[in-house]
């Protein structure tokens, strides 16, 4: 595996980056420290103006609401399960139901939180489908 390991421009023992100026890691840290973050500044907002760019010409006849930015839109609040009986707190352990509840260990059982699901009626509607009805003629060799 051949590999042009170069050494750092500034002579610190580690090796160098071409894509940092041939500086290590921390050199160009601090080669970007010394000239002052506008350097680096430049680079982020040269690349950020070309991604503009290209979004724009992609995104030709857009709305213009579609144009504003919606990043620093805050995210919607996390909700956090809770058992719907006793209240406490069940994260991602909590067992929902079929009712569309969500129920901590004690009240997961639908006996416990006198559930409004009927169970027998969707189990008598798969019956139903699974249930091929055979309607043959009972007597083979019946004459008309």
Do not use: W
Not at 52 to 60: F, V
Not at 75 to 103: D, H, W
């Amino acid at each position: 595996m051949a590999t042009d390991a170069t050494p750092c421009a500034n002579n610190c023992g580690f090796y160098g980056n071409p894509n940092n100026r041939n500086l290590c890691s921390v050199c160009y840290m601090a080669f970007l420290k010394e000239t002052g973050v506008k350097y680096f500044e430049q680079q982020i907002n040269s690349k950020s103006k070309i991604n503009l760019e290209t979004r724009q010409s992609s995104s030709s006849g857009a709305s213009e609401s579609s144009e504003t930015c919606d990043h620093n839109d805050p995210a919607p609040p996390k909700t956090k399960s809770r058992c719907e009986i006793c209240r406490k707190k069940v994260g991602i352990i909590g067992f929902s139901c079929r009712c569309g509840g969500c129920f901590c260990g004690k009240h997961r059982y639908p006996e416990k939180h006198s559930c409004g699901f009927d169970y027998k009626e969707v189990g008598r509607t798969i019956l139903a489908k699974q249930i091929v009805e055979c309607k043959a003629d009972k007597l083979e060799y019946r004459e008309d």
